[in-house]
């Protein structure tokens, strides 16, 4: 058998199962999706949204680039964001990093990779903003954990920066912005401690004027 048939025979068998716990689990999936959390997390394989936070299908919108990045540039992040944001009104987006990230680990380097270099430039300005704080950590493996968790910081920030987020805020209080960093190497997830759900800690450059009452 080649290994991508594998794929779907395991399809078939978690079918069975699904079925065999809850016979109308795919006829409530079906119809609707209404998900409470965006997961922006990094595309390493070792870091399942669902999986690694026990939920079911239907209960997280996920999107993921290397690195979890929120770029502003990124239509396609940002189509994400605004349909789970404004369509779906999710109360939650998490921004979920990883430590051992090759994205992390490879703006901390200085090889040419190829067009990704474009990329993993974003996370080189991350960097650069906590050059000093990260110079000081003399292990290597300790300035890229850190440099891991202040990159997820950044895209926390990111987000709020977004006039999509801004908006939300203004109108309905919400959503909540989350930071954590998983751990690979013992499956636990860390909260960052920089949830937010207004604009009181962002600097003012960054603030938009607020929307007209209508
Ligand atoms: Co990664």
Known sequence: MKKYEQLLLQNRAWVQQKLAEDKDFFNKLANTQKPDFLWIGCADSRVPANEITGTAPGEVFVHRNIANMVVHTDMNMLSVLDYAVNVLEVSHVIVCGHYGCGGVRAAMMHKQIGLIDNW??????????????????????????????????EQVYDLGKTSIIQNAWQKRGGPYVHGWVYDVGNGVIKDLKVSMNDDSDMPEVYKFEKMKKV
């Open 120 to 153: 993993i430039r974003h996370i080189k300005d991350v960097y650069r903003m906590h050059n000093d704080e990260l110079e000081a950590i003399a292990d290597m493996k300790e300035r890229e954990n850190r440099f891991v968790e202040l990159n997820v910081m």
